[in-house]
Each structure stands twice: as C-alpha cells, then as structure tokens.
Antibody
Framework: QLVESGGGLVQPGGSLRLSCAAS????????MHWVRQAPGKGLVWVSR????????KYADSVKGRFTISRDNAKKMLYLQMNSLRTEDTAVYYC??????????????WGQGTTVTVSS | DIQMTQSPSTLSASVGDRVTITCRASQSLDSWLAWYQQKPGKAPKLLIY???TLEAGVPSRFSGSGSGTEFTLTISSLQPDDFATYYCQYYNSPYPFGQGTKLEIK
C-alpha cells in the first residue's frame, strides 16, 4: 500500500514537499515513481528513483525544480517541488516499479494527493 | 523523446462487445509496453506488462499484443466494470504515457 500526503494550495513560485508512505512490501529494493494528472487530463510521468538513490530521472517539465528522494529505513518516498507554476496543478501519485517482482510496469499506486498552484 | 499515440481517443461500445485499443510509438519499444485502467477519481491499475503479460488478478478477457511500434489492448467481451479510461506507457525512461482512450457505454 502507498499513501501520499503533503498536497495543498500554494502560490506560484512557492514550494511543497510531497510524501509517500509504503507498507506491505519491501520498499528498499524497489524503484519508485511519481506520476501526475492535471484536472481532466491524462497521466504524465514526473520522476523515478532507483533503490539506493544513485539514479534519478525527471521529466523535462520539472527538471531543475523538483527533487525526488527516499528514506528506506522509514519506507518513505518524497518529492520536493520548488518554483511551482500554475501548470504543476495536478493530482500527484506515487507508484512502485514492479521490476523487482518481474512485473514490468507500475504495479502499486497510492490514492493521490492534490497540488493546486494558484494566487 | 518517444511519443505515444493512442487511438481512438473515445470509444463507445456495449456490454458483450469485443473492443480493441491501439497504441503507437514513435520509435521501437521492443516489448516494453504496459497498459493501465483508470476509473474516475481512482488511481490507475496495471493490467498488462511486457506488451502481453496479464497482471495477476486481471480477468482473462483482457489481452495485449504487439511489439516494436504498434501495440493493441483487446477486451474480448465487455463487462460493465470495464468502462473506464485506458493508458499505454513505455516502460523505460522517460516513461511516456499515451493520451488515454475513454471507453464509454453506447
């Protein structure tokens, strides 16, 4: 199970830190992702982190503004979002990469947390 | 970057129909393609990975095929629970999604 938190209303240019608590699986061996969905729009991949934080990837739209991180001891995933723009308004999902179990897709998803960037 | 294009964007069908959704990629994906189902207000659910492998617990009326640049998701006999939006995704960085196909009741 994955449970996101930390969403809310923030002004353009502001910052927000999303958290994702994992339970029911090992977590420390799993790559993890953030995916977002703007209101009424499709899914957009945001970022991915490998198990030991040595490899991080970002969508071009968030590169240099967002930072993904994790704490394996606490089974937590994070997304630090800086310099927020109105176009970052979305529901943000954390998701597990199923590769460790040979399920080559995002096989566990949280319920999402809503980020609204508006003045 | 690889672009993913789904067709159609909207599909109207009836219970019992056989439906097919297509996903095309701008470059070869080998078989690194996943399909997801999403219902309104809910998180996506993984249906199929590696183009044709059914995720555990997914009904056998769902199937996937294809490789390279063209892939299909087929539902052999639509059930009421299947009306949702479906997305394909390339399972490699930058993990692009298709724009989605909304499956509606006719």
């Amino acid at each position: 199970q994955l449970v996101e938190s930390g969403g809310g209303l923030v002004q353009p240019g502001g910052s927000l830190r999303l958290s994702c608590a994992a339970s029911g699986f090992t977590f420390s061996n799993d790559w993890m992702h953030w995916v977002r969905q703007a209101p009424g729009k499709g899914l957009v991949w945001v970022s991915r982190i490998n198990s030991d934080e040595t490899n991080k990837k970002y969508a071009d739209s968030v590169k240099g503004r967002f930072t993904i991180s994790r704490d394996n001891a606490k089974k937590m995933l994070y997304l630090q979002m800086n310099s927020l723009r109105t176009e970052d308004t979305a529901v943000y999902y954390c998701a597990r990469d199923g590769a460790e179990d040979y399920h080559y897709g995002l096989d566990v998803w949280g319920q999402g947390t809503t980020v609204t960037v508006s003045s | 970057d690889i672009q993913m294009t789904q067709s159609p964007s909207t599909l109207s069908a009836s219970v019992g129909d056989r439906v097919t959704i297509t996903c095309r990629a701008s470059q070869s994906l080998d078989s690194w393609l996943a399909w997801y189902q999403q219902k309104p207000g809910k998180a996506p659910k993984l249906l199929i990975y590696k183009a044709s492998t059914l995720e555990a617990g997914v009904p056998s009326r769902f199937s996937g095929s294809g490789s390279g640049t063209e892939f299909t998701l087929t539902i052999s006999s639509l059930q009421p629970d299947d009306f949702a939006t479906y997305y394909c995704q390339y399972y490699n960085s930058p993990y692009p999604f298709g724009q989605g196909t909304k499956l509606e009741i006719k």
